[in-house]
């Protein structure tokens, strides 16, 4: 069972990953936490990523592929993932295609949770970590119990570079420019799943795993 997330950034994706990861031991592929272990570890691909992502922009496709393609080789993706943050455009989604039926797999779905932007904006620029463990607070849905500082480890809170809401409003153009286009491509091919992402995270983690039973008595996955 092949899936891939779409969605703005701040949809929930990741968090919908977790939980798909333990309902259907499938892997998790992330691209965006990869960059951010190259980044954190200084290696060529993260210097290069840094800057990049630092402004909001999308990591271009040759440096994208690279990553994405090294991961599909490896053993624990062979009867299944969960790719999220890949594709982001149609050139990569055409990419993966070619390469999953090179190999004789096809995607099970792209699953679409649909978030507007004003509401992405609230999400992401409310973001706190803190500067010791990267333990994650937001100003309105999980505070901290004392104003900028973590409760588990005492450090400071701090708002990443790229949480800030110009950063955040330019991510957004990015997705609609280059990544929205993907929900037609897929909805062509007929494997598009479109989710409500403004529900809570249970209602939007049900409504996928009802989506994907339907898939799966389709299919016979």
């Known amino acids: 069972m092949n899936l891939i997330l779409i969605g703005p950034p701040g949809a929930g994706k990741g968090t919908q ?27 060529e691909l993260g210097r290069e990523v840094k800057a990049i992502m630092a402004d909001g922009g999308l990591v271009p496709d040759e440096l994208v592929l690279e990553l994405v393609a090294s991961r599909l080789d490896e053993d624990d993706v062979q009867d299944g ?25 096809h995607l099970t779905a792209a699953l679409l949770i649909d978030v507007p932007d004003e509401e992405v904006i609230k999400r992401i620029s ?37 949480d800030r809401p110009e950063v955040v409003r ?5 997705y609609h420019d280059n ?33 994907i039973a339907t898939l799966k008595l389709e299919d016979n996955v």
């Open 17 to 43: 990953a977790d939980k798909l990861r333990d309902d259907f031991k499938l892997p998790y592929v992330a691209t965006g936490e990869i960059f951010r272990a190259h980044v954190q570890n200084e290696t």
């Open 81 to 105: 993932f969960i790719l999220d943050g890949f594709p982001r455009t149609i050139p990569q989604a055409e990419a993966l295609s070619e390469r999953l039926e090179s190999e004789g797999r």
């Open 126 to 162: 409310g973001r706190r970590v803190c500067v010791k463990a990267e333990h994650l607070y937001h100003v309105d849905y999980d505070p901290p119990k004392n104003d900028g500082v973590c409760d588990q480890d005492g450090s400071r809170l701090i708002q990443r570079d790229d």
């Open 170 to 174: 330019n991510r957004l153009a990015e």
């Open 179 to 211: 990544t929205e286009p993907l929900i037609a491509y897929y909805d062509e091919q007929g494997i598009l799943r479109r989710v409500d992402g403004t529900r809570p995270p249970v209602a939007v983690h049900d409504h996928i795993r009802a989506v």
